[in-house]
């Protein structure tokens, strides 16, 4: 059996960036990945004869990691449509329209909202990205839910409504299923909650006119034969001598090996010697968001023609949010929208065919008859997805991190992890996953510069 210095499984941005600069250093690297195609959580794909993103699509004003890979990989970018009015539709059915940031909930409902969102940043400012469970109080907020927090610190049906859709469309969750304290780490490393929420200097401010999944596909262009696709992996064994990894093909060796995968997808792996405790637990438990993706295209941007962003927002409805997504020229005319959370499972065990007519409804609904009637639709289900399981990220709910932190950038033995879940800035984003791998790389590097042969209490160390 041929051996080579590092594996890489996983071919999303933090598997193709570690193997890359692994490359640049004259490391020989193998990158294994299951599905038939590179770009994990992103898929971008061809519709009414244009690129659109089924998955990951943006890029934030603060992620400069990201924007330098793009200009190095010739991948061009432009920014998010985001002039006209937005519309909310309220509890009583009714659509108001608003621009800014707040919406128009009433101005009781309003200063409320204004206050804890205040009250939310200033936590999150107090949470320390390396050690969350440094932060104040740090037991207490990871024992109760986002749920439990705004039942003591929201009084507003309106206001609560506004926050739980934030934390829905975010997260692709409901705030019952959240740790406090990891929602506070999740605003902390995206540089703020309201950043987060935001188009114009925030997570979404610009697109890719190839598409999120052409950063993935150049890096497998420049990586060639070293990626292999159809790859499944099932087992992982490291001893003294290496790791050897099994697919269905047969086994590689390395001396190393880099799982670039969210902690759902491993618990699929049998790994051995044994993980520690805490590992594992994060592979059980740290479920992936739900999410289901729905673009439907148009002959024309209806909406901007009478002055509206294609910003829409349904605290109780299907589809919770969406918003424009034409191409960078303008020609192709698309609305994008998001079914998350409970609302996501429940739709997923419709038919395509029910899924498409239950989501043209709704966009009729904020946007009016013209958006019942596109010239083409497609959706994703990343429920139903295989090698996702959910999406946009894995996620821990109440407990979690308190009986995990320690162990989620921590190597075993010669087995490292990157993925977006281990960054410490913009965990969740692209931008996270390249940090992830620039870590694994230090990590491995001097690791790969000394002898082979490691001490047997090493094989689960940490």
């Known amino acids: 059996m041929s051996s080579t210095d590092v594996i890489v499984v996983g071919a999303g941005v933090a598997g193709l960036v570690a193997a890359r600069e692994l490359v640049r250093a004259d490391h020989e690297v193998i990158v294994l990945e299951a599905r038939d195609r590179v770009g994990g959580r992103t898929l971008s794909r061809t519709l009414d004869g244009q690129t659109i993103d089924l998955g990951g699509q943006w890029m934030g004003d603060q992620h400069h990691r990201l924007r330098a890979l793009a200009a190095e990989l010739g991948v061009e970018s432009f920014a998010q449509h985001a002039k ?18 707040l919406p128009k909930i ?29 932060t104040r109080d740090a037991s207490q907020l990871d024992a109760q839910t986002v749920a439990d927090w705004l039942d003591r610190h929201v009084k507003r ?56 999944q052409s950063i993935s596909q150049r890096l497998a262009d420049r990586l060639s034969a070293r990626v292999r696709l159809d790859h499944p992996v099932y087992a992982v064994e490291q001893d003294a001598s290496g790791v050897t990894v099994h697919t269905k093909q047969g086994p590689l060796h390395a001396r190393r090996v880099i799982l670039a995968l969210p902690p759902a997808l491993l618990k699929k792996l049998e790994i051995t010697p044994a993980l520690p405790a805490a590992r594992l637990q994060l592979h059980r438990e740290m479920a992936m968001g739900s999410v289901i993706k729905c673009i439907a295209s148009y002959r024309r941007p209806f909406w901007r023609e009478a002055g509206y962003s294609g910003e829409a927002f349904s605290p109780g409805g299907l589809v919770r949010a969406t918003f424009d997504d034409c191409s960078a020229d303008g020609r192709h005319a698309a609305l994008v929208a998001f079914v998350v959370g409970d609302a996501a499972r429940a739709l997923s065990r419709e038919s395509p065919d029910q899924r498409r007519l239950m989501v043209l409804g ?92 490691i001490q047997p209490h090493d094989m689960t160390a940490h």
């Open 84 to 101: 006209g009015k937005k519309i909310l539709a309220r509890g009583d059915g009714k659509l108001v329209t608003f621009s800014g940031f």
């Open 106 to 134: 009433g101005l009781l409902p309003l200063l409320e909202l204004g206050g804890v969102l205040r009250k939310l940043e200033r936590l999150a400012k107090g949470v320390p990205l390396a050690d969350p469970m440094a």
């Open 157 to 212: 049906r309106a206001t609560r409504e506004m926050l739980e859709l934030a934390t829905q469309m975010i997260f692709a969750a409901e705030p019952r299923e959240l740790s406090m304290l990891y929602f506070l780490l999740y605003a902390r490393s995206g540089e703020g909650l309201q950043r987060l929420a935001e188009i114009e200097r925030g997570a979404q401010e610009r697109r890719f006119t190839t598409g999120m």
């Open 362 to 453: 709704e966009l009729a609904r904020l946007h009016g008859p013209t958006a019942a009637a596109p010239v083409a639709y497609v959706d994703h289900d990343w429920l139903a997805d295989d090698w996702a399981t959910g999406c946009y990220v894995g996620l821990m709910r109440p407990g979690l991190l308190a009986q995990t932190a320690a162990a989620m950038r921590a190597p075993c033995g010669r087995i490292h992890f990157a993925g977006t879940e281990t960054a410490t800035h913009h965990i969740g984003y692209i931008e996270g996953a390249i940090e992830s791998a620039e870590r694994v790389v230090r990590e491995i590097a001097p690791l790969l510069a000394t002898s082979s042969q």
